[in-house]
């Protein structure tokens, strides 16, 4: 189906179209969104996928972020459909839940793009993870690096997307140099550029369950931009984004330096004695004292200084809070805010 010239004036846009992005996976995957999750072959974008759908379709949170609820739709293109089953029950998937496998080998990809589009429409399918895009489309796509050959073909998918406001997620390789800002997605350039989102999943050197998930594309300064990940029992946990892990380090080191009596120490003496810098320190004391885990005396003036010390023995293992969004949260108050603009 061909879609129809009707240009729209503007007042008639404004009218229809929602201010606040419609989020699948809040922050992360817009709705009637043209997608992509790539990694190096082993890495888990398969496992990761497969537990997202299972959230999508369940409308539980992944990852500290909430997802809508929708009817979902798997495409695994070069799994037996046993593969698919094991691991949707693993993620606890049940049969009462709205998703529909198809395994492949598939037809080739532009003898799927009618039936996919009746599907959709007829079982109101609100999300589809293609695993993988090499494997949908086998047999018609001879070159990989070739722009205009991958735009003729997924150009009818983002019209799908479009028009059914359906989003769509394909898992692919990462190319072996690497590369930052999606220049590491194998192929052709046209793959990212024709991406709403690109979510490329790494591991992280030096441990075998760290990932880090970093987003590209056009909604990422909406995105938490990078997100850590511990790889358990086939499972992610989110720790939050990489600025988290900074904060609940430096949290740690504070904590542990930290008398457990008053008169505690001030801003220096910590500093010295963690070996952090004094403004550092100042707004860890400060989202300590909010997050009580720290205790202080004092007015916070030049002639009364705040002093720190534990509010019990088991702060020394503290680390910052996570909102629903995945992102530490600051519990300071606007007064201890103000506290630690003054004393810098």
């Given at each position: 189906m061909t879609p129809a010239f009707e240009p729209r004036h503007i007042r008639d846009l404004?009218?229809?179209?929602e201010e606040a992005i419609p989020w699948r996976w809040h922050r992360m995957l817009p709705d009637g969104a043209l997608a992509i999750l790539v990694a190096f072959m082993k890495v888990g974008k398969s496992t990761l996928a497969y537990e997202l759908a299972v959230s999508v379709a369940k409308g539980q949170p992944f990852l500290n972020l909430p997802t809508t609820q929708?009817?979902?739709?798997?495409?695994?293109?070069?799994?037996?459909?046993?593969?698919?089953?094991?691991?949707?029950?693993?993620?606890?998937?049940?049969?009462?839940?709205?998703?529909?496998?198809?395994?492949?080998?598939?037809?080739?990809?532009?003898?799927?793009?009618?039936?996919?589009r009746s599907f959709v429409k007829e079982h109101h399918i609100r999300f589809i993870?293609?695993?993988?895009?090499?494997?949908?489309?086998?047999?018609?796509?001879?070159?990989?690096?070739?722009?205009?050959?991958?735009?003729?073909?997924?150009?009818p998918i983002v019209s799908l997307c479009r028009h059914l406001d359906?989003?769509?997620?394909?898992?692919?390789?990462?190319?072996?140099?690497?590369?930052?800002?999606?220049?590491?997605?194998?192929?052709?350039?046209?793959?990212?550029?024709l991406m709403d989102q690109a979510l490329i999943l790494r591991k992280v050197d030096g441990s075998e369950t760290r990932r880090m998930l970093e987003v590209e594309g056009r909604h990422k300064w909406d995105s938490p931009g990078t997100l850590v990940l511990d790889y358990a029992d086939e499972r992610y946990v989110s720790l939050g984004t990489p600025d988290d892990q900074t904060r609940a380090a430096q949290q740690t080191k504070v904590l542990a330096v930290l008398p457990s009596t008053?008169?505690?120490?001030?801003?220096?003496?910590?500093?010295?004695?963690?070996?952090?810098?004094?403004?550092?320190?100042?707004?860890?004391?400060?989202?300590l004292h909010s997050g009580r885990k720290a205790k202080r005396s004092g007015k916070g003036s030049r002639h009364d200084p705040f002093r720190y010390w534990q509010a019990d023995s088991t702060a020394s293992?503290?680390?910052?809070?996570?909102?629903?969004?995945?992102v530490a949260s600051d519990h300071r108050s606007e007064g201890e805010t103000a506290d630690c603009i003054q004393a810098a």
């Amino acid at each position: 189906m061909t879609p129809a010239f009707e240009p729209r004036h503007i007042r008639d846009l404004f009218g229809t179209v929602e201010e606040a992005i419609p989020w699948r996976w809040h922050r992360m995957l817009p709705d009637g969104a043209l997608a992509i999750l790539v990694a190096f072959m082993k890495v888990g974008k398969s496992t990761l996928a497969y537990e997202l759908a299972v959230s999508v379709a369940k409308g539980q949170p992944f990852l500290n972020l909430p997802t809508t609820q929708g009817n979902v739709l798997i495409i695994a293109a070069e799994e037996h459909h046993r593969d698919s089953v094991q691991r949707l029950r693993h993620f606890g998937a049940t049969e009462s839940d709205p998703i529909w496998v198809v395994s492949g080998p598939l037809p080739q990809a532009p003898l799927v793009l009618d039936p996919l589009r009746s599907f959709v429409k007829e079982h109101h399918i609100r999300f589809i993870i293609i695993d993988t895009f090499a494997s949908y489309f086998a047999g018609v796509l001879r070159k990989e690096d070739d722009n205009a050959e991958v735009s003729t073909l997924l150009m009818p998918i983002v019209s799908l997307c479009r028009h059914l406001d359906v989003t769509i997620l394909f898992t692919h390789h990462e190319r072996k140099s690497g590369g930052e800002d999606g220049r590491g997605i194998r192929g052709a350039g046209a793959i990212f550029a024709l991406m709403d989102q690109a979510l490329i999943l790494r591991k992280v050197d030096g441990s075998e369950t760290r990932r880090m998930l970093e987003v590209e594309g056009r909604h990422k300064w909406d995105s938490p931009g990078t997100l850590v990940l511990d790889y358990a029992d086939e499972r992610y946990v989110s720790l939050g984004t990489p600025d988290d892990q900074t904060r609940a380090a430096q949290q740690t080191k504070v904590l542990a330096v930290l008398p457990s009596t008053e008169p505690g120490f001030g801003v220096k003496e910590t500093a010295r004695a963690s070996g952090l810098g004094e403004a550092t320190v100042r707004r860890v004391l400060a989202d300590l004292h909010s997050g009580r885990k720290a205790k202080r005396s004092g007015k916070g003036s030049r002639h009364d200084p705040f002093r720190y010390w534990q509010a019990d023995s088991t702060a020394s293992q503290g680390t910052t809070s996570s909102d629903n969004n995945g992102v530490a949260s600051d519990h300071r108050s606007e007064g201890e805010t103000a506290d630690c603009i003054q004393a810098a």
